[in-house]
């Protein structure tokens, strides 16, 4: 059955409410894949933190990396209940994110490069959910609560990468355990194990 003869009053209300759902639906798409992009990218650099003063980024890194696999699971389910999908091909997914700038840098156990780029992809995040935020605030309470939980995750990770670059204070850094993600647990909850 055409997705146009289905009823969907879960798309419904919100275009009610002023939401522009195709906008929505668009976003969440791209930043599901910068989100899947960056923890591919996080994974190679945390691979190439070595050396003593490595060990300790290594963890760091851990941290914000699971926490951007869990983005990327955050928006699934949502993009689908508003009638969107993803890719057929994978390389079409990624090439949306326009994460390129996220390769090893040269030489590629360079700390402090790893670290700024890093930090990049943190602001460049903060900046996406951000307008998600915009685009959802009082019409799509459900995007809303997905987009304003990884927001502040967003904004964490940027603390963490200020502090080890600037030495800026974070406040607080280490998760309690790698995977914590305290903010977007709720909507992911196909990683749990337990
Ligand atoms: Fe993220
Ligand atoms: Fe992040």
């Known amino acids: ?91 079409e997914f990624v090439r949306m994110s326009g994460c390129e700038f996220l390769q090893l840098p040269s030489p590629t156990t360079n700390l402090p490069e790893i670290l700024k780029k890093c930090l990049v992809a943190e602001q460049g995040a903060i900046v996406n959910w951000n307008k998600m935020c915009n685009l959802t605030m009082g019409k799509d309470p459900a995007t809303y609560d997905i987009a304003k939980d990884i927001l502040k995750e967003e904004i964490e990770h940027e603390s963490w990468f200020l502090e080890l670059l600037y030495g800026r204070p974070s406040g607080h850094m280490r998760r309690k355990f790698a995977g914590e993600r305290p903010h977007t647990r709720k909507h992911s909850r196909a990683l749990d194990v337990s």
């Open 1 to 91: 059955m055409p997705e146009e003869k289905i009823n969907v009053v879960g798309i419904n209300v919100l275009k009610q409410n002023g939401a522009n759902v195709d906008e929505i639906v668009k976003g969440l798409m791209s930043n599901a894949s910068v989100e899947f992009t960056a923890y591919y990218y996080f994974t190679n650099l945390r691979a190439h933190c070595t050396g003593l003063e490595g060990e300790g980024i290594k963890g760091v890194i851990e941290d914000a990396r699971l926490e951007d696999l869990s983005h990327f699971e955050s928006c699934i389910q949502r993009i689908y209940e508003l009638g969107g999908s993803l890719p057929n091909d994978a390389m």
